[in-house]
């Protein structure tokens, strides 16, 4: 079985059950080898990962991610690096509904 999915990319397999699960559905089925996509695949493009932390951190001072309501306490991955967000102390976190990052606490 062989199908040209929705984003140009191509399926071959036994059954039709998850054909092109992840690329938009199935845009044409055909019975032998799929031919390329007229069209070129839609790219998408990611914000570049933000490096630099936010100024204002600090000693005492989490980072909230307001969009995840996550703290992330100072010198792990996420500190003061999501792309919304603000610091405050980690009990503001707390008595805003803010949980921690993988449920571990600051120390």
Do not use: L
Not at 14 to 36: D, F, Y
Not at 43 to 63: E, F, L, N, R, Y
Not at 64 to 77: D, I, W
């Amino acid at each position: 079985m062989t199908a040209v999915c929705k984003d140009g990319t191509n399926f071959s397999g036994e059954t039709r059950k998850g054909a092109c699960k992840g690329h938009k559905g199935v845009q044409t089925w055909g019975s032998q080898a799929a031919a390329p996509a007229a069209t070129a695949p839609k790219t998408t493009s990611k914000a570049a990962p933000i490096t630099t932390p936010a100024a204002g951190g600090g000693a005492g001072k989490v980072w909230v991610n307001t969009k995840s309501n996550t703290y992330h306490c100072m010198g792990t991955k996420y500190y003061g690096k999501t792309k919304e967000g603000a610091y405050m102390t980690e009990a503001e976190a707390k008595a805003k509904g803010a949980h921690a990052d993988h449920g571990k606490a600051c120390k």
